[in-house]
């Protein structure tokens, strides 16, 4: 029996440097392949939580506009009448300051959730694939 018609459960030392380097390729080749999948689907994840809390961010902005507009509606109604018209304007505009810094909380919570932007656990990953290439070249 040759070394190229070696079982695969046999010693691999009989078989060729040429196959040993193809092999190695290959699982190098699949390895880098997953890598980038896994970046890739860990950046999507962060950009979805990025959009999530910059929509938020813009409802937040947009709810904080509406509360100056009462706010100030409150005031022309506080000088134009003495008590109830401004008191109902006054406590529109208190709700929405609460919808507004309710928008900003759960933007601010899911930017913080994406950061950082760098893919961590493809990093981690990589470092533990180096090591471990490293300590097998070592043998």
Request: glycine share 12%.
């Amino acid at each position: 029996m040759t070394a190229t018609d070696s079982p695969r459960g046999s010693d691999r030392a009989q078989e060729p440097v040429g196959e040993l380097v193809r092999r190695a390729s290959q699982q190098l080749s699949r390895l880098v392949r997953d890598e980038m999948r896994l970046a890739q689907a860990e950046m999507a994840q962060k950009g979805k939580r990025f959009g999530r809390g910059g929509g938020l961010y813009g409802g937040a902005g947009v709810v904080g506009v509406l509360a100056l507009q009462a706010l100030v509606a409150a005031g022309i109604a506080g000088l134009a009448l003495v008590l109830d018209v401004w008191a109902a304007a006054l406590i529109v505009t208190g709700i929405l300051a609460v919808i507004a810094a309710l928008l900003a909380g759960l933007g601010r919570q899911q930017i913080g959730k994406a950061s950082p932007t760098a893919p961590e656990q493809t990093i981690d990953s990589l470092k533990a694939d180096m090591t471990e290439i490293k300590e097998r070249t070592q043998r």
